[in-house]
T-cell receptor, first 112, second 114 residues
Framework: GEDVEQSLFLSVREGDSSVINCTYTDSSSTYLYWYKQEPGAGLQLLTYIFSNMDMKQDQRLTVLLNKKDKHLSLRIADTQTGDSTIYFCAETIRSGNTPLVFGKGTRLSVIA | DGGITQSPKYLFRKEGQNVTLSCEQNLNHDAMYWYRQDPGQGLRLIYYSQIVNDFQKGDIAEGYSVSREKKESFPLTVTSAQKNPTAFYLC?????????????FGAGSRLTVL
């Protein structure tokens, strides 16, 4: 079945780059997503990548996909204290309105 | 502004009671979803609906029920059969399409069983 794994915690210094990693098990994943969640709130989409792409960049965010190793990463450049929150990796195995399968989330702490 | 609204934000229930969580969207999205979030557990899918008058069970549907009588609304009932209902419940919706399934989430409802 589908499974998405993330490390639970990451701590970085302000101004450094953060790299949040994710692995997934289903090789037929079509899209992979990154969401963030502020305390007590819903999830907010950051970016997504199609499985035939290796990289996607959006301002301070860079997504890298290694389909062979089923590994996805989110790099946040120049990390700020305001980036401290929980980040979720997710996948879908078919296009269309297939529900997303989420990882357990990585809590990013940025130290000033 | 278009969005997805969940109510109530906080809900307390006595054991043995059924409660219904509301989810309304004005985004004209076809699909709607309910996820449950527990600390350290991530999000787990309860039910989803891709079209009015149709819905499918997710991974943890036992003890829950839903209806989809209108495109805008997808209420979730937490029944007394749900053994551990205290959790944060998230509703989401998405547009019908063949590409990425971008979910828009509500702000969540926190249910506490006393």
């Amino acid at each position: 079945g589908e499974d998405v794994e993330q490390s639970l915690f990451l701590s970085v210094r302000e101004g450094d780059s953060s790299v949040i990693n994710c692995t997934y098990t289903d090789s037929s994943s079509t899209y992979l997503y990154w969401y963030k969640q502020e305390p007590g709130a819903g999830l907010q989409l950051l970016t997504y990548i199609f499985s035939n792409m290796d990289m996607k960049q959006d301002q301070r965010l860079t997504v890298l996909l290694n389909k062979k190793d089923k590994h996805l990463s989110l790099r946040i450049a120049d990390t700020q204290t305001g980036d401290s929150t929980i980040y979720f990796c997710a996948e879908t195995i078919r296009s269309g309105n297939t529900p997303l399968v989420f990882g357990k989330g990585t809590r990013l702490s940025v130290i000033a | 502004d278009g969005g997805i609204t969940q109510s109530p934000k906080y809900l307390f229930r006595k054991e043995g009671q059924n409660v219904t969580l509301s989810c309304e969207q004005n985004l004209n999205h076809d699909a709607m979803y309910w996820y449950r979030q527990d600390p350290g557990q991530g999000l787990r899918l309860i039910y989803y609906s891709q079209i009015v008058n149709d819905f499918q069970k997710g991974d943890i549907a036992e003890g829950y029920s839903v209806s989809r009588e209108k495109k805008e609304s997808f209420p979730l009932t937490v029944t007394s059969a749900q053994k551990n209902p205290t959790a944060f419940y998230l509703c989401a919706s998405s547009r019908q399409g063949s590409g990425a399934n971008v979910l828009t989430f509500g702000a969540g409802s926190r249910l506490t069983v006393l």
